[in-house]
T-cell receptor, first 115, second 114 residues
């Protein structure tokens, strides 16, 4: 299995631009998570999908952030407009909810720099 | 709601020395406990987990952690570290029967020196 695939691995953009991060979860997994990692705040859960439906988006920082999961094999996290404080590494993770034993499989992350 | 506290943000240690990374949690219900490891420029990988049964769990690369319910702790230990163990380690907790919603601690950076 290829694991969780994220793109792009690195993104440098200017303040005000739209940013779209993409994630392909592991085939057969029905839960998908978006996390943000910064030095100041550590790992923060932004949003959680189960069977393509958003379950908990209380971690999404503000309306500039939106996430979608149109099907079981693809999710996007969009920031519009982007700001310098959005600079972080964004991780996507997937898991199989069946059994609920908690192992998340993480992608390698998308490092976003907003100038 | 649950929370996780990792008491040390950085732990420097010499190669072949023992190490303990501390983790305490709080929760009003039964929990599963996890340690994840993050190597530089990579995502997190599961190192070991406690679900039930024996309170001592081990990883394939020599780490172990012990669930202590009375002290609400899940400290990670290794008797002899290697340079390759240099990484950031995250303790995490999820409520039993609550799906896979993990709450992570702030992480501990283990720095192994030659």
């Amino acid at each position: 299995d290829a694991g969780v695939i994220q793109s792009p691995r690195h993104e440098v953009t200017e303040m005000g631009q739209e940013v779209t991060l993409r994630c392909k979860p592991i085939s057969g997994h029905n839960s998908l998570f978006w996390y943000r990692q910064t030095m100041m705040r550590g790992l923060e859960l932004l949003i959680y999908f189960n069977n393509n439906v958003p379950i908990d988006d209380s971690g999404m920082p503000e309306d500039r952030f939106s996430a979608k999961m149109p099907n079981a094999s693809f999710s996007t996290l969009k920031i519009q407009p982007s700001e310098p404080r959005d600079s972080a590494v964004y991780f996507c993770a997937s898991s199989s909810r069946t059994g609920g034993t908690g192992e998340l499989f993480f992608g390698e992350g998308s490092r976003l720099t907003v100038l | 709601a649950q929370s996780v506290t990792q008491l040390d943000s950085q732990v420097p240690v010499f190669e072949e020395a023992p190490v303990e990374l501390r983790c305490n949690y709080s929760s009003s219900v039964s929990v599963y406990l996890f340690w994840y490891v993050q190597y530089p420029n990579q995502g997190l990988q599961l190192l070991l987990k406690y679900l039930s049964g024996s309170t001592l769990v081990e990883s394939i690369n020599g780490f172990e952690a012990e669930f202590n319910k009375s002290q609400t702790s899940f400290h990670l230990r290794k008797p002899s570290v290697h340079i390759s163990d240099t990484a950031e380690y995250f303790c995490a907790v999820s409520e039993v029967n609550a799906g896979n919603m993990l709450t992570f601690g702030g992480g501990t950076r283990l720095m192994v020196k030659p």
